[in-house]
């Protein structure tokens, strides 16, 4: 008897299709991470941006806190008559310089 040689299994062969499709994923997900890297890189400057806007009201918070703890002093009366009132005091002169 005549043995014949074992043939060994086939391999499911990876066809041109596969491979496209394959690369077409790899393509897509590294295009969303290329996507995804710029948003989060956006959000963080914003997130920066943000905190310095904090930062800079509650500086001025703190100023008006301790305007209000002052009671108003008489410089700080005279100061918003002045500036937003446009009064002066008595024997005052005001130059206007356009």
């Known amino acids: ?11 499911a062969g990876t066809g041109p299709v596969v491979r496209l499709l394959l690369l077409l994923l790899l393509v897509s997900l590294g295009w969303q991470l ?3 890297n710029r948003q989060v890189e ?3 400057a914003q997130k920066e941006e943000l905190s310095e806007q904090v930062e800079s009201k509650q500086a001025e918070n703190d100023a008006l806190r301790a305007d ?17 009132l446009g009064m002066v005091a008595p024997g005052e002169r005001v130059f206007i310089v356009n």
């Open 68 to 84: 209000i703890a002052d009671g108003g002093s008489q410089e700080k009366k005279e100061e918003i008559a002045r500036d937003e």
């Open 1 to 11: 008897m005549a043995r014949k040689k074992a043939q060994k299994p086939k391999r």
């Open 42 to 44: 956006t959000a963080q």
């Open 34 to 36: 290329v996507r995804i």
